[in-house]
Every structure is written in structure tokens, then in C-alpha cells.
């Protein structure tokens, strides 16, 4: 396992070991290392202060990143670690940071502290390994469990909750008994957590591979931060096309999206207004017309409040309101090509395979209908067909020649792009100038 350890990561660890020091790889590395999967990052833990980081490596490459606490960040040529003292913590009065900390002179005594058994394990750079708390057996039985007493664990910081939770999508893991009480006792400390590190965990779970059972499993926590879900739980949705009420399959459909942060995100709430939109007709049918314009807003507002950046909160909502958009011919294609833009256009197509895949059986028959729907629009995109305003024969200032400006040329413009994706009109400059005089003729 040392092997796997980068060499930029063993120079910090032997450097401090030559000035007479001793450190730990600790946290998610030493796990992740484990676990044959790659680190991110990499956290170091140490008897030496931080003044003797900044000593030992100049202050050049480094960075008093949480003094207070007794962290430093150590950069080299093309990576960095955290070195933080060992450490006790005091009381958390906030729900998320330390009020104080003891220096300790003791590895063991800084493992007590931490959140997740299989977090609190230390590697030394001869490859000792220290495990106080069973964290190797747990990652045996892929199982999270507290360092200690859970309730103290979560009442330290809230945000351990949403992180098990994202630890059970990332890694598939099951959450132990004890833990899973504890995180659903004090579930509602999540709202006093600010909505940035919420964020961060949130999208880390609709990303995770096993986030069907989990969003199964934990709604109720999640709607501590989305009460606009609760709604979807358990509700029936009375139509052929689905076996599953509106979370589960909800659930389903962010399971089967493709691996991209947007789609995820947009199969999370594409459906958040179902409930709102929810209508039996004569026949106990279910509909749900207009769905995906209400859902658009309700999760643009959702977005907003979780502080997603305003692009991604853009696209979302985009894909949310199309998500139900019949595309049945060359001409349907052109036009979403014209709406969306490319990118946009195939993560939609992504959102209706997630969305169908999470439907009755016969609805899976529409993939292949999906997939010539691609083929087709990367054969107009690569042979240049017009679908886009740039693309037309004409322009503003053509259309200025022959009368028609300001806005009646923007309007006229979009009705020529119409003419000729609907193909009632060629997309040459003489056929264009007949097309907009005769809409100036008829007013």
C-alpha cells in the first residue's frame, strides 16, 4: 500500500520524520488506499506545530490554511497535503466547528475525535497501520459506524449526518444501526448547517453509485434541507407508464442517469411537482400536465436556496422543463438544437433515457427511439443543416435593406428559421428576402 502513496506525499512525511517529528497519513486517504480506490486528497497528522510545518518546508510553500486549528497546507511542485497537530476538540457550540482545541503529543488521542470508523485510521510511512476503533473490519463488512458514541458524534457536527449518507452512496456501504438512529434523532441540527456545505454533500449523494437506496432510504433527511420532497414520497402516480410512486421513481431515474452532475441533478428534481400537477380523469388515470414548467420553477427557487451558481441552476431548470418535450421528427430536433444549444440538447436526450429506464417495462422500448433520435441530430449538426439563426442566409442588416428593423427584425428572423427547419422555405439569401417581404406585406 506505501507504494500507491505519491512520492511528493512520502518527501513531506520524511522530511518532518528528519526533524524529529513523527505523522500519519489519516482520514478518507488511508481508507480510499484501502480500498484499492484513489485519494483525492491527501491529510497528514503530526506532533510537530505549525510553526515547524512553516520551518521545515518555508513559507514560500506554505499556507496557514487553519492556524487555529493547527492546520497548514503544504504545497509542492504538483500537489498539496493538510498537516494538522494532533489534536483534541473541545465543545461545538455551532453544529460544525471546534470552539477550541488541545494540542496532544498522541496519534491515538487524535483518532478519538473523528467522525467514522473508517475514517479514523492512521498510516505511518513504514506502513503501520493504526486502527483504535475497527475502522478495517468495517471496511471489510462495508458498514459506517461512529467513532464512539453517535449522538455526541452528530451533535458535534450536524453535518456528519448528511456526510454518512453521502458515504453510503459513494461507497455502498450500509449504516449501522446505532449510527442510523442517531442520524435521524437529530436530523433537524442539519438546518442549522449553512447551505454551501450542504450543497457540497448533496450532489456528492445524487452522484454516488448506490444513491437509489439511499435517497430511498433517507428522504426524511434530505427533506430536512428539501421539504418540497416530501410530497413525492409514497405518492401514486394511477398511469400505465409507471410501477413506481413519484421518490421511488424519482430514486430510480438518478440511479440510471448518465455519470454527469447535471444530469444527476436534473433527474433529482425533474419531478418535484408532480404532486402539484397531479389530476384522475374519468378513468383513474393520472396526468400530470405541465409538470415540467411548475417543476422548473420550484427547483430554480430549491437551487437558489442550496446556492448552486447560477449556470448550473440555468441548465437544470432548462432540462426540467423540456424533460416531457415530444421530439418526433428532423424539424423537433432542429428546433430544441435552436432552444438548447447542443450540450443541452444531449443531456436531454440523457434525462429521457434516466426518465424512461425508471418506467414501466414497455417503456424501455423508447431507448432505441432515443438513440436515433441522436444519430439524427449528429447527422444535421455534422452536415451543417440550418437550425440555428447564425446559420440562416440573412441577418439584420439584410433584413434592414428592405425595411425591417428593431424588434419586427428579430421577430422576422425567428419566422425565417421556422420556414426553413419546417422546410417551407430554402435557406438562401433570394428565397429569405421573398419569405420576409412577404411577412411584411401580410403585417
Known amino acids: 500500500m506505501i507504494d500507491r502513496i505519491p512520492f511528493e506525499i512520502k518527501n513531506i512525511m520524511h522530511k518532518i520524520r528528519n526533524e524529529g517529528f513523527t505523522s500519519y497519513l489519516v482520514g478518507g486517504c488511508v481508507r480510499d488506499l484501502l480500498m484499492d480506490r484513489e485519494p483525492n486528497d491527501f491529510d497528514i497528522a503530526s506532533n510537530a506545530m ?52 488541545t494540542f496532544v503529543d498522541d496519534i491515538h488521542a487524535d483518532l478519538v475525535r473523528r467522525d467514522f470508523t473508517i475514517n479514523a485510521l492512521a498510516l505511518g510511512i513504514d506502513g503501520e497501520i493504526i486502527d483504535d476503533f475497527g475502522g478495517i473490519e468495517h471496511i471489510r463488512s462495508k458498514t459506517i459506524s461512529c467513532v464512539g458514541e453517535p449522538c455526541k458524534r452528530f451533535s458535534e457536527d450536524a453535518l456528519r449526518i448528511l456526510r454518512a449518507v453521502r458515504f453510503a452512496s459513494e461507497l455502498d456501504f450500509e449504516i449501522a444501526p446505532e449510527t442510523n438512529a442517531a442520524m435521524l434523532a437529530l436530523k433537524d441540527n442539519l438546518k442549522k448547517i449553512s447551505a454551501e456545505r450542504i450543497n457540497k454533500e448533496f450532489v456528492r449523494i445524487v452522484c454516488g453509485r448506490n444513491s437509489r437506496r439511499v435517497l430511498s432510504r433517507y428522504s426524511d ?25 413519484v421518490w421511488e421513481h424519482t430514486a430510480k431515474a438518478v440511479s440510471k442517469a448518465a455519470d454527469k452532475p447535471l444530469v444527476k441533478l436534473t433527474m433529482f428534481f425533474h419531478d418535484i411537482s408532480k404532486p402539484d400537477s397531479f389530476y384522475l380523469d374519468e378513468t ?111 441577418n439584420g442588416n439584410d433584413l434592414a435593406e428592405i425595411g425591417i428593423t428593431g424588434r419586427n427584425a428579430g ?33
Not at 58 to 82: D, L
Not at 296 to 302: D, G, M, N, S, T
Not at 335 to 361: I, P
Not at 416 to 426: A, F
Open 50 to 101: 505549525p510553526d515547524d510545518i512553516i520551518r521545515i518546508f518555508g513559507s514560500e510553500n506554505t499556507c496557514p490554511t487553519g492556524i487555529k486549528y493547527g492546520t497548514v497546507t503544504v504545497f509542492t511542485e504538483s500537489m498539496q497535503a493538510e498537516i494538522t497537530r494532533y489534536r483534541c476538540d473541545g465543545e461545538y457550540s455551532d453544529f460544525r466547528t471546534p470552539d477550541e482545541v
Open 221 to 245: 433527511i434530505l427533506a430536512v434541507f428539501i421539504p418540497e420532497i416530501k410530497k413525492s414520497v409514497g405518492f401514486e402516480q394511477y398511469s400505465p407508464y409507471h410501477k413506481y410512486t
Open 284 to 394: 383513474g388515470r393520472g396526468h400530470f400536465k405541465g409538470h415540467g414548467k411548475v417543476g422548473a420553477a420550484a427547483a430554480k427557487e430549491i437551487m437558489k436556496r442550496l446556492k448552486f451558481d447560477n449556470k448550473t441552476i440555468s441548465d437544470v431548470t432548462t432540462l426540467i422543463y423540456f424533460h416531457s418535450e415530444d421530439i418526433e421528427s428532423d424539424a423537433d430536433i432542429k428546433k430544441l438544437l435552436s432552444k438548447l444549444g447542443e450540450e443541452l440538447f444531449f443531456a436531454l436526450l440523457d434525462v429521457k433515457r434516466a426518465d424512461n429506464s425508471a418506467k414501466n417495462d414497455f417503456v424501455l422500448e423508447e431507448l432505441s427511439e432515443i438513440d436515433e433520435i441522436e444519430k439524427n441530430a449528429r447527422h444535421i449538426i455534422t452536415s451543417g443543416e440550418c437550425y440555428s439563426l447564425r446559420q440562416l442566409a440573412v
Open 411 to 443: 421577430v422576422t428572423l425567428d419566422t425565417l428559421l421556422n420556414l426553413v427547419i419546417e422546410g417551407k422555405t430554402e435557406n438562401t439569401r433570394s428565397e429569405l428576402i421573398s419569405a420576409a417581404l412577404e411577412i411584411l406585406r401580410k403585417g
